[in-house]
């Protein structure tokens, strides 16, 4: 039944983009690409016990990368411009994770964090990146084959169904990549890495190609961001970014890839809600304080995450029948029993 649930909810999305709303396709189409962005990260996090805090600069660079290299009088070719988007944060990442995986635990995490902030400056701080004021993206790239162009990316309900498949990819990639004995190697350097550099396995490769190939498909998420809105800012790289994603896939469970897209489903559902007026009025301006709170609890009440949720419902149901069958007395072996007849005595 789990393994149907992926195939089930695709499908309900690619009906979701006949709703006819504006409004909720958009939603969905940023659920989606968030969602893509938390699955590279499940692959750090879940997969290789790599705990990121600079994960938004290859979000950042694939975003920029987008609205850079597009032209402002026509719109470019996508066969070029999506991997030179993904080649560059590649890069990035090779370059930058060949050091910070030299260190490990919470110096890796401040190491990425200062290559992050790094990058967040060289857009923020220069005229590459427009500054402070970002940069805007006038034309979708467009895919065309011999002069015919099979689908056009500056149609809603195109583009829709252009993320939708990112993302179908992108979990089918790293579902294939988890049942490989390369995503075996990375759940035992998270367990125990000591143990695998004992049985003969170089970590330090393995860590590094899951490093760039998270880099890789968060450069992807960036990329769509920026055709979305057809405008990136150098904040798309702050850390505050970094710590949505990583919040994202706490929150949803860091064992699978199920928990990456539940957790993004529900803190991008929980945003929208705490920040509409109509619910809550002027309070809605203050959504960061509720929204804290109901992270809070969740993450106390649920510490595998809402993907662990059913298996803790059916530990709490197997402890309860478990502590009713202790506190139930045993019958005794001679209540009820037939009185056996005494040595002499007549049988009736």
Same mark, same amino acid.
């Given at each position: 039944?789990?393994?149907?649930?992926?195939?089930?909810?695709?499908?309900?999305?690619?009906a979701f983009a006949w709703s006819g709303s504006d409004y909720y396709t958009g939603l969905a189409i940023k659920i989606m690409i968030y969602a893509i962005f938390a699955l590279s990260l499940q692959l750090l996090v879940g997969g290789a016990g790599l705990v990121s805090l600079g994960h938004a600069a290859f979000f950042g660079i694939g975003a920029?990368?987008?609205?850079?290299?597009?032209?402002?009088?026509?719109?470019?070719?996508?066969?070029?411009?999506?991997?030179?988007?993904?080649?560059?944060?590649?890069?990035?990442?090779?370059?930058?994770?060949? =050091?910070?995986?030299?260190?490990?635990?919470?110096?890796?995490? $401040?190491?990425?964090?200062?290559?992050?902030?790094?990058?967040?400056?060289?857009?923020?701080?220069?005229?590459?990146? !427009?500054?402070?004021? @970002?940069?805007?993206?006038?034309?979708?790239?467009?895919?065309?084959?011999?002069?015919? $162009?099979?689908?056009?990316?500056?149609? *809603?309900?195109?583009?829709?169904?252009?993320?939708?498949?990112?993302?179908? @990819?992108?979990?089918?990639?790293? *579902? =294939?990549?988890?049942?490989?004995?390369? %995503?075996?190697?990375?759940? %035992?350097?998270?367990?125990?890495?000591?143990? $695998? +550099?004992?049985?003969?396995?170089?970590?330090?490769?393995?860590?590094?190609?899951?490093?760039?190939?998270?880099?890789?498909?968060?450069?992807?998420? %960036?990329?769509?961001?920026? =055709?979305?809105? !057809?405008?990136?800012?150098?904040e798309l790289l702050a850390w505050e970014q970094s710590g949505l994603v990583l919040l994202m896939v706490i929150l949803g469970g860091m064992a699978s890839l199920g928990g990456a897209v539940l957790g993004t489903v529900t803190l991008v559902l929980m945003q929208e809600l705490f920040q509409s007026q109509a619910l809550f009025g002027d309070y809605?301006?203050?959504?960061?304080?509720?929204?804290?709170?109901?992270?809070?609890?969740?993450?106390?009440?649920?510490?595998?995450? =809402?993907? !662990?949720?059913?298996?803790?419902?059916?530990?709490?149901?197997?402890? +309860?029948?478990?502590?009713?069958?202790?506190?139930?007395?045993?019958?005794?072996?001679?209540?009820?029993?037939?009185?056996?007849?005494?040595?002499?005595?007549?049988?009736?």
């Amino acid at each position: 039944m789990t393994k149907l649930l992926p195939v089930a909810t695709l499908l309900a999305l690619a009906a979701f983009a006949w709703s006819g709303s504006d409004y909720y396709t958009g939603l969905a189409i940023k659920i989606m690409i968030y969602a893509i962005f938390a699955l590279s990260l499940q692959l750090l996090v879940g997969g290789a016990g790599l705990v990121s805090l600079g994960h938004a600069a290859f979000f950042g660079i694939g975003a920029y990368a987008a609205a850079l290299l597009s032209p402002e009088s026509g719109a470019a070719s996508l066969w070029w411009l999506l991997p030179v988007a993904l080649l560059a944060a590649a890069v990035y990442a090779a370059v930058t994770g060949a =050091l910070a995986l030299r260190t490990r635990g919470v110096y890796f995490i $401040m190491v990425t964090l200062a290559f992050s902030q790094m990058a967040y400056y060289v857009f923020h701080d220069t005229k590459l990146g !427009g500054g402070s004021d @970002g940069i805007y993206l006038y034309f979708r790239p467009e895919l065309s084959v011999a002069g015919w $162009m099979p689908f056009d990316l500056g149609n *809603a309900t195109t583009f829709y169904y252009f993320v939708l498949i990112c993302l179908a @990819g992108a979990w089918g990639f790293l *579902a =294939l990549l988890r049942r490989s004995p390369f %995503g075996a190697a990375l759940a %035992g350097i998270r367990i125990n890495e000591q143990r $695998m +550099r004992a049985a003969g396995y170089s970590t330090y490769p393995y860590k590094l190609t899951a490093y760039v190939v998270g880099a890789t498909l968060a450069s992807l998420a %960036g990329f769509l961001f920026a =055709l979305k809105d !057809g405008f990136v800012t150098p904040e798309l790289l702050a850390w505050e970014q970094s710590g949505l994603v990583l919040l994202m896939v706490i929150l949803g469970g860091m064992a699978s890839l199920g928990g990456a897209v539940l957790g993004t489903v529900t803190l991008v559902l929980m945003q929208e809600l705490f920040q509409s007026q109509a619910l809550f009025g002027d309070y809605a301006r203050h959504w960061h304080l509720p929204l804290g709170i109901a992270i809070i609890v969740l993450v106390a009440l649920l510490p595998n995450g =809402l993907a !662990g949720l059913p298996a803790q419902w059916r530990q709490r149901r197997e402890a +309860r029948a478990a502590s009713q069958r202790a506190a139930t007395p045993a019958p005794s072996p001679t209540r009820n029993a037939a009185r056996l007849p005494i040595q002499g005595e007549p049988h009736a």
